[in-house]
C-alpha cells in the first residue's frame, strides 16, 4: 500500500489490523498538525520544596485534532518517534516554548527555568545542537534556562557521538535533565558518565511514596545519590500533602504534580503564577 497525495486516509490492505489502520491515520494527520496549528504547548510548574517557590515549568505537547479524539502524547509521540516526524515536531516545541518564557520575563512574571522533553529520534536523526543553538538565539532566552529531559533510552547505546552531543549541548550552557529515573536499566553507570544536572525521579515511585515503605527507602536513595552527583531532584507526580512532606523531609529539591497544577494551557498557566505568588 502507497499513500497517494492529499490528507485522505488511502492506506489499505487486506486484512490490515485497526491498529495498524489507527496508527498509519495518526501518522498522515500529524504530518500536518503543526501547518493546521493543532499543536499546543502546555505548562506544568515546578516548586521549589523549601521555599515554595515557582521555580519553572515542564513543557508538554497536546493535540487538539478531534477526527482522532485528541490523543495524548503517551498516543502520538510514540508514532511522531517511529515516523521520524518527532524531528520537526520537537524543533517547533523548542521554538516556541523559548520564545513563550522569554514573553513571560518581559510581561513581569517571574524568571523561570524551562525544561523540554526530548525524544532520543532527535539526537540520531535530527540536529538537536543546532536547534538548540537556534532556538536560544531566536528566543533571546538565556541558555542556563532551558533545561533538556532525556529519558534513559538513549543512553542505552551508549556512543561516542551521543557523548559528543551531550559536551556541545553542555557548551551551550544548556541543563541536562535524566528524566524517568529509576524505570529503565543500568541507571548508576549513566550518572557517572553523562553530565546531568538534574535527576527526575519517576511519579510511580511517587506514587505509593506515603502508603509504601519501599518507595519511600527506593526514593530516599535516589535522592541521596542525586546529591552525591551534585545534581538537582526533582519529584513528579505529587499529588498529595503527605507525598510532599515526605520528599521536604529527605531533602527533594523540587516538586510538580497535580498537588500544585496540572499542565496548563499558556494563559491559564500565568492565571494560576499570578495567584499563586499572591498566595
Ligand atoms: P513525562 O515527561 O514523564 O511527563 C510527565 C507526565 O505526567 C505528563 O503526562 C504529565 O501531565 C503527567 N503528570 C504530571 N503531574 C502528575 C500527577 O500529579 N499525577 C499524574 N497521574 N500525572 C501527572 P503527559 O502530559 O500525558 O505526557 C506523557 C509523556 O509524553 C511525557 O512523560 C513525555 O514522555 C511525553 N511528552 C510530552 N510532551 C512531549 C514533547 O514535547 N516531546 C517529547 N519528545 N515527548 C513529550
Ligand atoms: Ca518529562
Ligand atoms: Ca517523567
Ligand atoms: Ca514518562
Same mark, same amino acid.
Given at each position: 500500500?502507497?499513500?497517494?497525495?492529499?490528507?485522505?486516509?488511502?492506506?489499505?490492505?487486506?486484512?490490515?489490523?485497526?491498529?495498524?489502520?489507527?496508527?498509519?491515520?495518526?501518522?498522515?494527520?500529524?504530518?500536518?498538525?503543526?501547518?493546521?496549528?493543532?499543536?499546543?504547548?502546555?505548562?506544568?510548574?515546578?516548586?521549589?520544596?523549601?521555599?515554595?517557590?515557582?521555580?519553572?515549568?515542564?513543557?508538554?505537547?497536546?493535540?487538539?485534532?478531534?477526527?482522532?479524539?485528541?490523543?495524548?502524547?503517551?498516543?502520538?509521540?510514540?508514532?511522531?518517534?517511529?515516523?521520524?516526524?518527532?524531528?520537526?515536531?520537537?524543533?517547533?516545541?523548542?521554538?516556541?516554548?523559548?520564545?513563550?518564557?522569554?514573553?513571560?520575563?518581559?510581561?513581569? $512574571?517571574?524568571?523561570?527555568?524551562? =525544561?523540554?522533553?526530548? @525524544?532520543?529520534?532527535?539526537?540520531?536523526?535530527?540536529?538537536? +545542537? #543546532? %536547534?538548540?543553538?537556534?532556538?536560544?538565539?531566536?528566543?533571546?532566552?538565556?541558555?542556563?534556562?532551558?533545561?533538556?529531559?532525556?529519558?534513559?533510552?538513549?543512553?542505552?547505546?551508549?556512543?561516542?557521538?551521543?557523548?559528543?552531543?551531550?559536551?556541545?549541548?553542555?557548551?551551550?550552557?544548556?541543563?541536562?535533565?535524566?528524566?524517568?529515573?529509576?524505570?529503565?536499566?543500568?541507571?548508576?553507570?549513566?550518572?557517572?558518565?553523562?553530565?546531568?544536572?538534574?535527576?527526575?525521579?519517576?511519579?510511580?515511585?511517587?506514587?505509593?511514596?506515603?502508603?509504601?515503605?519501599?518507595?519511600?527507602? $527506593?526514593?530516599?536513595?535516589?535522592? =541521596?545519590?542525586?546529591? @552525591?552527583?551534585?545534581?538537582?531532584?526533582?519529584?513528579?507526580? +505529587? #499529588? %498529595?500533602?503527605?507525598?510532599?512532606?515526605?520528599?521536604?523531609?529527605?531533602?527533594?529539591?523540587?516538586?510538580?504534580?497535580?498537588?500544585?497544577?496540572?499542565?496548563?494551557?499558556?494563559?491559564?498557566?500565568?492565571?494560576?503564577?499570578?495567584?499563586?505568588?499572591?498566595?
Amino acid at each position: 500500500a502507497k499513500e497517494k497525495g492529499g490528507d485522505r486516509f488511502s492506506f489499505y490492505e487486506e486484512g490490515m489490523s485497526s491498529e495498524t489502520e489507527l496508527r498509519l491515520e495518526m501518522e498522515n494527520q500529524l504530518r500536518h498538525a503543526i501547518d493546521r496549528n493543532e499543536l499546543n504547548l502546555y505548562f506544568q510548574p515546578v516548586i521549589h520544596l523549601q521555599s515554595n517557590t515557582l521555580r519553572g515549568v515542564e513543557v508538554l505537547l497536546r493535540w487538539q485534532n478531534a477526527n482522532l479524539n485528541n490523543p495524548g502524547p503517551d498516543q502520538f509521540i510514540p508514532v511522531a518517534e517511529q515516523s521520524g516526524l518527532i524531528v520537526g515536531i520537537g524543533k517547533w516545541v523548542l521554538e516556541n516554548a523559548c520564545k513563550q518564557i522569554v514573553s513571560w520575563s518581559k510581561s513581569g $512574571l517571574p524568571q523561570l527555568t524551562v =525544561a523540554i522533553n526530548i @525524544s532520543a529520534k532527535q539526537f540520531t536523526d535530527g540536529d538537536i +545542537v #543546532e %536547534n538548540v543553538r537556534y532556538a536560544l538565539q531566536q528566543s533571546g532566552l538565556p541558555a542556563a534556562q532551558l533545561e533538556l529531559e532525556i529519558t534513559e533510552g538513549l543512553l542505552i547505546n551508549d556512543t561516542p557521538e551521543i557523548r559528543d552531543t551531550f559536551a556541545q549541548l553542555k557548551n551551550l550552557g544548556v541543563h541536562l535533565s535524566l528524566d524517568d529515573f529509576g524505570t529503565g536499566y543500568a541507571s548508576l553507570s549513566y550518572l557517572k558518565r553523562y553530565p546531568f544536572d538534574t535527576l527526575k525521579i519517576d511519579r510511580s515511585f511517587v506514587h505509593d511514596i506515603d502508603s509504601c515503605n519501599d518507595s519511600v527507602t $527506593l526514593t530516599n536513595a535516589i535522592i =541521596a545519590m542525586g546529591h @552525591s552527583f551534585n545534581m538537582t531532584v526533582i519529584a513528579e507526580g +505529587v #499529588e %498529595n500533602l503527605n507525598q510532599r512532606r515526605i520528599l521536604r523531609e529527605r531533602h527533594c529539591d523540587m516538586i510538580q504534580g497535580f498537588l500544585y497544577s496540572p499542565p496548563l494551557p499558556a494563559e491559564q498557566f500565568v492565571s494560576w503564577a499570578t495567584r499563586y505568588a499572591e498566595m
